[in-house]
Every structure is written in structure tokens, then in C-alpha cells.
């Protein structure tokens, strides 16, 4: 950018111009919209300039611009289209200290005039830095047939307006009051002079407030394991238009920054300071921003549904009236299945998958071990790692072959991910030794692909062995 784009204050400043014909006509039609105090020097100015003096509009002296003309000017247009009478009045004016603009002659000038469009007291300036005056003409013709004629006079109205509409939430609310008041109710109800406007500002504004309050909302978005890619799309646009975001601990800071930047950002797993929030603080504090119309959005690791307390949730929405909607998200099963190149479910191997949890409310969880012992079973275990010998003791209770593979995968799709390849023999020991402190998903009857493929040749003999993320397949 060689040229900062500014708005000089010209108020009550002198603005010189040194010419009478074309270029000065087309710069002084600008220059006449502000209220600077504009001189023209012109020994034969056209007819419009003769009549602009005559009506007060500007002063016009009719004679070549002497030295000491331009005292005080803030600004000097050079626009006598002859190449050496504009070096001699810039020249003039540069000793004066004005700013100087010469005509058609970007090299000389100190300062280059935008395309404008005015909606005063809105001025939209457009510059090109004189690469291509067409585009600024275009942009300029675009801009004035998308903008209201009466922008300037809503604007100027809408600015007495601005602290009663800060009843409405900052972001999104505020942002589509306005929108609407500029581009539709405004220009509708301008003609009607501006009490009508004003008038209608006070019935948009407790339309917007009572629409607010009905549509609070509460969008249970799961939001993956971790990596951003994993979002839906409609995870992200939610996320894009939250005005409160509550979150878990296991929500990844990439996922985070996706939220609109405007929106309030709760963490509801805070670890470290204290216990995390309990969980009806978690359900009165959703409950209570979408009462006042917010549009919150709560993040849970993977799929809301799958061991998220979402129902608890849900329940507190239901009972306070709260409008509420489930986007589905990849769950760490699915995601750390991929990691290890297989399939949750396999012609031949097994018909089902369970997905279970470690522990439950009352401490480790029981479940159907027996058939869960049987061979071909696979099983995606939450939150296993504490209750790996518990499970393990279990299974092998009720008949599972020690050798089953297991597969433990931390921070799945992260970039911290490891890969635990064991069996169920060795698991506890081999959990001991890996010392993970991130989330962590455990395959009951799975292998990598790559390990599994080995595993036909060389049987029984699993070594635990662990993999970063690069090395799993
Ligand atoms: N709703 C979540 C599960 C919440 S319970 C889902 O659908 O995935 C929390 C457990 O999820 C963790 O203890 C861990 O077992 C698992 N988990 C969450 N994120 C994970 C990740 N990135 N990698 C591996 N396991 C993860």
C-alpha cells in the first residue's frame, strides 16, 4: 500500500484549485461536498464556476496563482491540464505546505483522490493507486446501486439510536438489528420523514428483543476427537453463529478457535484450579443463557451421545421450554478405528461391536463378559484405562484367550496420538509402562492392520510396542 487511505479533517480549511476547465470541474463537483473553504484560480473559468462564486459556493479569483495564494491550505489541486503551469502552482504550494494533488499526474502528487461513494455522513472511499481507475469506477457503480439512497439520513438517525439498541446482546443480535434497520425497515419508512423513522426503530428494536427471548437455543454438538478436519459442516456453522460456547475438557484448542470470535467461551471441565463444574451447574448455566435468547452451543468430545451425560442435559432444556437439537460428531471409536487402518465390524470375525464404558457412576462397570470372551469379539473401551485390570481379570475369567489383541490409541487424530499394540495378557503391564495421560480408547479384540497381518505368521507372540502417530499403519 504506497497510499494510506485516511479522512482529513477539511472543515472550515482552505482547499485551492488552480484551473477553469474539464479536470477542474470534475475535481470541484467532489470537492463541493465538503465543507472545506474552497479558492479556484482560473483567468477563464467555465460557466459552472463563474455561477458556483456567485452563489457563495466557493471563491474565485480570475488570474494565475501567484506565490503566497495558498497560505494555510490544507489541501491544492493542480488542474490547469498544461504540464508547466501545474509544476509552477504545485511548486507554490509545496513551499505553502499544502498537501498537493496534481491532475492526471500520480508521480508529482503527495495525495491521489479515492472513487467516492457518498452517503454522508457514510462516505465509502475506493482506490486503485491508479492501476485501474475502471475497477474503482465499477466497484463504485456496484456499491452505489447495492446501498439505500437514504443511508446518510438513516445513519445519521440510527447514531442517536445506538445506546437503546445495546439492550440487544452484543454479536449477532445487534448486528442483524441493524442490518435490518438499514436495509429494510429504514428505507421503507424514511419517505414517511424521520419520526416515522424513529418510530419505526423502537417497534424493530422490541421486536428483536422479545424474538430474541423466544429463540434461545441449545445446539449439543459433538465435536470430535480432536482434529478440526473431524467437524460436520454443520458443526462449524453453529460454531460460526454461537453467542455462548460451553465446552469439555477434552475439547481440542483447534476446534476452540473455530467459534465466532464474538461469542462467550465457558469452560465447563476446568482442571487444575479445582474440580471440574458439577454437572447441574453445567445443566442451570446452558439453561440459563438460552433463556436469555442465546444461541449456545455445547461442545462434547466426539458424538454427544455416546457416554456424554447428554440426556441429564437435554432433560434441563425440556424443563424449562428450551428448544434444543442434537449435530452428531465422530466418536473416539470411529476415529481411533481409522488410525489403526480396520474395521469396527468384519464378514467373518464379528457380526457387532460393543462400545463400553470403563467405569460407570457406582466405580468399574460390569458387563456381559462371557460373551464378550468368545473369540472375534471387539469392543471400543471409554475411559478403560484405570479399569484395564479390572477388565482383563474379567474377561479372563470367563474364558478369553490371553492373547487377544489390544490396542490402545491416546489422543486420537491429535497431533500427540501414540498407538499401544498388546494383548490382553500383557495389557496392565503395558499400560503401567506407556504412562498416558491423554484420552484414551482401548480395542478389545483389535490390532493395527499392519500388526495383524504379522500376527497369521508369527502366532502368540504379541510384544506390546507403542507408535507415534507417523508409524501407525
Ligand atoms: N462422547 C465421547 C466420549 C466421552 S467419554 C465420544 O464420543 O468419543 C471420554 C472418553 O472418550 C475418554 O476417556 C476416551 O476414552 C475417549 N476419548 C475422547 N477423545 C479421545 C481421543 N481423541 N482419543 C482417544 N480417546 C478419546
Given at each position: 500500500?504506497?497510499?494510506?487511505?485516511?479522512?482529513?479533517?477539511?472543515?472550515?480549511?482552505?482547499?485551492?484549485?488552480?484551473?477553469g476547465?474539464?479536470?477542474?470541474?470534475?475535481?470541484?463537483?467532489l470537492?463541493?461536498?465538503?465543507?472545506?473553504?474552497?479558492?479556484?484560480?482560473?483567468?477563464?473559468?467555465?460557466?459552472?464556476?463563474?455561477?458556483?462564486?456567485?452563489?457563495?459556493?466557493?471563491?474565485?479569483?480570475?488570474r494565475?496563482?501567484?506565490p503566497?495564494?495558498?497560505?494555510?491550505a490544507?489541501?491544492?489541486y493542480?488542474?490547469?491540464?498544461?504540464?508547466?503551469?501545474?509544476?509552477?502552482?504545485?511548486?507554490?504550494?509545496r513551499?505553502d505546505?499544502?498537501?498537493?494533488?496534481?491532475?492526471?499526474?500520480?508521480?508529482?502528487?503527495?495525495?491521489?483522490?479515492?472513487?467516492?461513494?457518498d452517503?454522508?455522513?457514510?462516505?465509502?472511499?475506493?482506490?486503485?493507486?491508479?492501476?485501474?481507475?475502471?475497477?474503482?469506477?465499477?466497484?463504485?457503480?456496484d456499491?452505489?446501486?447495492?446501498?439505500?439512497?437514504?443511508?446518510?439520513?438513516?445513519?445519521?438517525?440510527g447514531?442517536?439510536?445506538r445506546?437503546?439498541?445495546?439492550?440487544?446482546?452484543?454479536?449477532?443480535?445487534?448486528?442483524?438489528?441493524?442490518?435490518?434497520y438499514y436495509?429494510?425497515?429504514?428505507?421503507?419508512?424514511?419517505?414517511g420523514?424521520?419520526?416515522?423513522?424513529r418510530?419505526?426503530?423502537?417497534?424493530l428494536?422490541?421486536g428483536?428483543?422479545?424474538?430474541?427471548?423466544?429463540?434461545?437455543?441449545i445446539?449439543?454438538v459433538?465435536?470430535?476427537?480432536?482434529d478440526?478436519?473431524?467437524?460436520?459442516?454443520?458443526?462449524?456453522?453453529?460454531?460460526?453463529?454461537?453467542?455462548?460456547?460451553?465446552y469439555d475438557?477434552?475439547?481440542?484448542?483447534?476446534?476452540?478457535?473455530?467459534?465466532?470470535?464474538e461469542?462467550?467461551?465457558?469452560?465447563?471441565?476446568?482442571?487444575g484450579?479445582?474440580?471440574?463444574?458439577?454437572q447441574e451447574?453445567?445443566?442451570?448455566?446452558?439453561v440459563?443463557?438460552?433463556?436469555?435468547?442465546?444461541?449456545?452451543?455445547r461442545?462434547k468430545?466426539?458424538?454427544?451421545?455416546?457416554?456424554?451425560?447428554?440426556?441429564?442435559?437435554?432433560?434441563?432444556a425440556d424443563?424449562?421450554?428450551?428448544a434444543?437439537?442434537?449435530?452428531?460428531?465422530?466418536t473416539?471409536?470411529?476415529?481411533?478405528?481409522?488410525?489403526i487402518?480396520?474395521?469396527?465390524?468384519?464378514?467373518?470375525?464379528?457380526?457387532?461391536?460393543?462400545?463400553?464404558?470403563?467405569?460407570?457412576?457406582k466405580?468399574?462397570?460390569?458387563?456381559?463378559w462371557?460373551?464378550?470372551?468368545?473369540?472375534?469379539?471387539?469392543?471400543?473401551?471409554?475411559?478403560?484405562?484405570?479399569?484395564a485390570?479390572?477388565?482383563q481379570?474379567?474377561?479372563?475369567?470367563?474364558?478369553?484367550?490371553?492373547h487377544?489383541?489390544?490396542?490402545?490409541?491416546?489422543?486420537a487424530?491429535?497431533?500427540?496420538?501414540?498407538?499401544?499394540?498388546?494383548?490382553?495378557?500383557?495389557?496392565?503391564?503395558?499400560?503401567?509402562?506407556?504412562?498416558?495421560?491423554?484420552?484414551?480408547?482401548?480395542?478389545?479384540?483389535?490390532?493395527?492392520?499392519?500388526?495383524?497381518?504379522?500376527?497369521?505368521?508369527?502366532?502368540?507372540?504379541?510384544?506390546?510396542?507403542?507408535?507415534?502417530?507417523?508409524?501407525?499403519?
Open positions: 500500500m504506497d497510499h494510506f487511505p485516511i479522512f482529513l479533517r477539511v472543515e472550515g480549511r482552505r482547499i485551492v484549485l488552480s484551473g476547465g474539464e479536470a477542474a470541474l470534475a475535481k470541484l463537483r470537492l463541493l461536498k465538503s465543507t472545506g473553504h474552497i479558492t479556484v484560480f482560473s483567468a477563464t473559468p467555465a460557466d459552472e464556476i463563474v455561477t458556483w462564486a456567485r452563489e457563495g459556493k466557493l471563491r474565485l479569483e480570475r494565475a496563482m501567484a503566497g495564494d495558498t497560505l494555510c490544507a489541501l491544492f493542480a488542474a490547469d491540464e498544461d504540464d508547466a503551469e501545474d509544476a509552477r502552482t504545485a511548486a507554490i504550494a513551499a505546505g499544502a498537501l498537493v494533488n496534481v491532475v492526471d499526474n500520480l508521480e508529482d502528487s503527495a495525495f491521489i483522490t479515492p472513487a467516492i461513494v452517503r454522508d455522513p457514510v462516505t465509502i472511499a475506493i482506490g486503485t493507486e491508479g492501476a485501474a481507475p475502471v475497477l474503482a469506477r465499477a466497484i463504485k457503480a456499491l452505489e446501486a447495492r446501498l439505500p439512497a437514504a443511508l446518510g439520513p438513516l445513519a445519521r438517525i447514531k442517536t439510536f445506546k437503546a439498541a445495546n439492550a440487544l446482546p452484543f454479536g449477532r443480535a445487534r448486528r442483524d438489528f441493524w442490518r435490518e436495509f429494510d425497515t429504514g428505507p421503507a419508512d424514511i419517505a420523514g424521520e419520526d416515522r423513522v418510530a419505526g426503530l423502537d417497534a428494536l422490541a428483536h428483543l422479545q424474538r430474541r427471548a423466544r429463540d434461545g437455543h445446539h449439543f459433538g465435536a470430535g476427537p480432536g478440526p478436519d473431524l467437524l460436520t459442516m454443520k458443526a462449524r456453522r453453529v460454531l460460526d453463529e454461537a453467542d455462548v460456547v460451553v475438557r477434552l475439547i481440542s484448542k483447534p476446534v476452540l478457535e473455530l467459534a465466532r470470535r461469542a462467550v467461551m465457558i469452560d465447563a471441565g476446568k482442571e484450579f479445582g474440580p471440574s463444574m458439577k451447574d453445567i445443566n442451570a448455566l446452558i440459563e443463557h438460552a433463556a436469555t435468547g442465546a444461541q449456545v452451543v461442545l468430545s466426539g458424538d454427544a451421545t455416546v457416554f456424554g451425560r447428554l440426556d441429564e442435559e437435554i432433560d434441563a424443563a424449562e421450554g428450551i434444543w437439537s442434537i449435530v452428531p460428531g465422530i473416539s471409536a470411529s476415529a481411533a478405528v481409522a488410525e487402518g480396520q474395521s469396527l465390524t468384519k464378514r467373518g470375525r464379528n457380526s457387532s461391536v460393543r462400545f463400553l464404558t470403563g467405569h460407570d457412576m466405580g468399574f462397570a460390569d458387563h456381559d462371557a460373551t464378550l470372551a468368545r473369540p472375534g469379539e471387539v469392543a471400543a473401551i471409554y475411559m478403560g484405562k484405570k479399569s485390570r479390572f477388565i481379570g474379567r474377561l479372563i475369567m470367563h474364558g478369553a484367550d490371553r487377544t489383541p489390544v490396542t490402545v490409541i491416546e489422543n487424530s491429535r497431533p500427540e496420538q501414540r498407538i499401544l499394540e498388546t494383548t490382553l495378557d500383557a495389557l496392565p503391564a503395558a499400560l503401567a509402562s506407556a504412562d498416558m495421560s491423554g484420552p484414551a480408547l482401548t480395542f478389545y479384540g483389535l490390532a493395527p492392520r499392519a500388526a495383524a497381518a504379522a500376527q497369521r505368521h508369527v502366532t502368540n507372540s504379541y510384544a506390546s510396542t507403542i507408535t507415534p502417530i507417523q508409524e501407525a499403519l
